[in-house]
Structures are given as structure tokens and as C-alpha cells.
């Protein structure tokens, strides 16, 4: 992360500020999504992505940016919103009608029905003599899907509070189990996860799931006293990336400006 106490670190910063990517100017090239100018999500080598930090810090600006960029790919994405957050306003448009999902019932259904599809997919894989690797789904012409669940953890605190027998729990437990094989098998079938999660919370997240994440992202811009300088507080977007090799690389999300209607933006590129 910056050292804000280092003039280079500074001068580094107000270049990410003049460079930053607007929203509107992304695209998916190569099979990767842009986190800035300088980062990408290779999904195909790294398709389980987790998305941490503070409320307000940018997680879910993040997901809207790496959203764009998916409906320019592929139409078939599944959101899952517990928290009913901006995502959900999009709603109506054509390309994301009955893919967003905010009700904890619905969203655990539903995780179940794209882990049935996945079985189907990988029995007919197997018919076919398909070897079960990275990448084999481009040669079986598989379309690719994308999930995103922002703010998980509200959909597992929820799912715990029904009783034992209820309905509801029951489709949480499954749903949950089914989560953890679409993570572990579901890259070979072209099924990429985006997860987001406060800080706080990450505890909740069972470490089976967080043993199956293979990126992950830091929102938010700390001193060394750990808080975000009031000069910068209201810039949302500042995040690092952890490397495999355990470094942090510092970002700036892309924009979304303020004066342009990103509705219709998202109804225009819906493919």
C-alpha cells in the first residue's frame, strides 16, 4: 500500500488519479478484466476472485466496472445482492432481467440450479472424452458465466438463523456445498466467481471457500496508523492486489463519473 509520508509514493498516487480508466472505456481483451491501467484479472488462471474490505471503501464501484466488462463478453451472469446495493437498480434492463437475486431463499435455489448445470456439462464432457483441464471448455465452444456475490457474508448469517429443518435452511446447506465444488471444478467449465466481503466479516466465510480463492483484493487507502487520510476519503477505489508471491500491488478502480447515466450505458452494451 502507499506510504503517504513518501513523496514518491505521492507523486505515484496523483498519477493513478490522472490516468484512471473511466468506466465507460472498458472492455474485455484476452480473456482478462481490467482492475486498472496497470492490473488485470487473468480469470482463466485465476477464476475465484475475493473482494475485501471496509463499508464504503469501494467494493461494490469495484464490481460495477468488472460488471461492464463481463456484459461485453458473455450475457450469462448470476448477482447475487443480500444487501440490495446499487447493482440491483439494473434490474430491469434486458440483459440482467432474473439474473440479479436478493432474497436469501432465492439466491441459495439458484446457486443450486448453475451447480446442476455445471454436472450436466461436465457429464456430457465426460461422454465426449473431453479432458477435465484449464481451458477445455473453449473447445467444447462452452459460454462462459460469471457469478457475483457481493457481500456474502449477509447471505451465510441469514442462512444460519433458520432452524435446523426449515425449507430455507436445508437450500442454504446445500447451496453453500454446492458453492464450494462450483469453486473447485467449475474454471474447467468456464464458471468464473467475483465475492465480495467486509473486512469484519471475513470470519464468517467458511475457510473451505477461502481456501479456493485465487486473487485477492484489498479495498481502501490506509496510513501507517491504519485510516484512510481525510484528504482522500472521499475518493473511492484505492485498493492493492495480493500477489502469488505475497507483495501488494497498489490500484485505483476505474471511474464511474458522477454526470453520465450508467442505466444506459449497461441497457446499450447488454449483448
Not at 22 to 34: D, G, P, Q, V, Y
Not at 173 to 180: E, H, T
Not at 212 to 230: E, H, R, S, Y
Not at 250 to 257: A, D, H, K, L, V
Request: hydrophobic letters at 40%.
Amino acid at each position: 500500500m502507499f506510504n503517504l509520508k513518501n513523496k514518491g509514493s505521492i507523486n505515484e498516487l496523483i498519477n493513478m488519479i490522472e490516468t484512471r480508466y473511466s468506466i465507460f472505456n472498458l472492455k474485455i481483451e484476452n480473456e482478462k478484466i481490467k482492475i486498472d491501467k496497470d492490473i488485470d484479472w487473468d480469470y482463466i488462471n485465476s477464476p475465484n476472485l475475493l473482494i475485501q474490505g471496509k463499508s464504503g471503501s469501494g467494493k461494490t464501484c469495484l464490481i460495477l466496472s468488472m460488471l461492464v466488462q463481463i456484459l461485453t463478453k458473455t450475457k450469462f451472469v448470476n448477482i447475487f445482492d443480500p444487501t440490495y446495493s446499487y447493482i440491483s437498480n439494473f434490474n430491469d434492463i434486458d440483459s440482467l432481467k432474473d439474473k440479479i437475486f436478493n432474497d436469501n431463499y432465492e439466491i441459495s435455489k439458484q446457486i443450486h440450479n448453475i451447480y446442476e448445470g455445471m454436472i450436466r456439462r461436465s457429464k456430457i464432457n465426460m461422454k465426449m472424452n473431453i479432458e477435465d483441464k484449464l481451458n477445455s471448455y473453449t473447445e467444447d465452444d462452452v459460454k462462459t458465466q460469471f457469478i457475483v456475490f457481493d457481500e456474502i457474508s449477509l447471505w451465510i448469517l441469514d442462512g444460519q438463523k433458520y432452524s435446523d429443518n426449515s425449507e430455507e435452511r436445508q437450500a442454504y446447506n446445500l447451496a453453500l456445498s454446492n458453492l464450494f465444488e462450483i469453486l473447485i471444478r467449475g474454471r474447467a467449465l468456464g464458471i468464473y466467481v467475483i465475492i465480495s466481503i467486509q473486512d469484519s466479516l471475513l470470519s464468517v466465510l467458511p475457510s473451505i471457500i477461502r481456501s479456493q480463492i485465487n486473487l485477492n483484493i484489498f479495498m481502501g487507502m490506509l496510513d501507517d496508523n491504519g485510516t484512510v487520510p481525510a484528504l482522500y476519503s472521499e475518493l473511492k477505489g484505492w485498493g492493492a492486489v495480493k500477489k502469488h508471491d505475497g507483495s501488494m500491488h497498489t490500484f485505483y478502480s476505474p471511474e464511474i463519473p458522477k454526470n453520465n447515466n450508467l442505466h444506459e450505458f449497461i441497457k446499450y452494451i447488454g449483448i
